[in-house]
């Protein structure tokens, strides 16, 4: 009988405890919580500085800066951030990729709090770097806030929310080996699909931390957008990998 092989480059760890307390009393959690911490804080800062870059240049024939760049930064750097602490933390850098991991019980219910946390708190720090190196820029040109566009229901908003987190988080368990690049292109390819209609949140610490520096009437409006619409996107997401992609594992 012909040896059957695996498609999968990995073994699926156990599934983790809904509450694991001994986790608190290891460094390599702590150390995990400083990784995602100043993972944030960097994409944030990064992508924030870019927006703000666009904005300002937005009618100059010379501006450097398009969708495609403000595209490729986010991905970019998502790729970059994802692949440097992978080790450490996994490189969830998103409350939504840390809430779908909970539902698939890979990560234990305290960590994913405290991941999501350290995600928010990083990702207001970096906002507020930028805001402190570039005051007047981040004034004028929104802060690199999420918002829904003009011309565009709130629903329209939502359900680019949703999808975009979708496909952000459903195939990247696939190929662990490969994540933080599929995971990238994946930022990138769905920044190019919803800048024009809500600037791309799918990352509710990203819009969070914008939001809470910025912090003008129009950010808050629609922030909600950013946070459900993330959830329940990573909610299908867990859903249809445990259903449909895991299928044949069972």
């Known amino acids: ?77 998502i790729f970059i951030l994802a692949y440097c602490i992978a080790d450490i933390s996994y490189g969830h850098i998103n409350p939504a990729v840390t809430f779908g991991n909970l539902l698939a019980r ?50 329209a908003g939502l359900g680019a929310e949703i999808i975009g987190t979708f496909v952000l988080i459903v195939y990247c368990n696939e190929l662990k080996v490969l994540a933080p690049l ?3 292109f994946a930022v990138f390819m769905v920044h190019l699909a919803t800048i024009p209609i809500t600037g791309t949140g799918i990352n509710p610490a990203r819009s969070f931390g914008a939001a809470v520096i910025y ?4 950010a808050w409006d629609d922030h909600w957008i950013f946070w459900v619409g993330p959830f329940i996107g990573a909610t299908i997401a867990a859903l249809y990998h445990r259903f449909v992609m895991s299928a044949g594992a069972a």
């Open 106 to 155: 890979n990560v234990s219910l305290i960590r994913a709090v405290m991941y999501m946390v350290a995600q928010c708190l990083g990702a207001i720090c970096g906002a507020g770097i930028v805001k402190a190196f570039q005051k007047g820029f981040y004034e004028r040109n929104g802060g690199g806030a999420n918002m829904v566009s003009h011309g565009y229901s709130k629903g």
């Open 1 to 77: 009988m012909a040896r059957e092989v695996s498609a999968k480059d990995y073994h699926d760890p156990p599934p983790a405890p809904l509450l694991d307390p001994v986790e608190l009393t290891k460094w390599s959690f702590y150390r995990a919580l400083i990784a995602e911490f100043i993972a944030t804080l960097l994409f944030l800062y990064v992508t924030v500085l870019t927006v703000i870059g666009y904005k300002s240049h937005v009618g100059d024939d010379c501006g450097g800066l398009d969708h495609l760049g403000i595209a490729w930064a986010f991905g970019g750097m």
């Open 215 to 218: 912090n003008k009437a129009e």
């Open 182 to 184: 599929s995971i990238g």
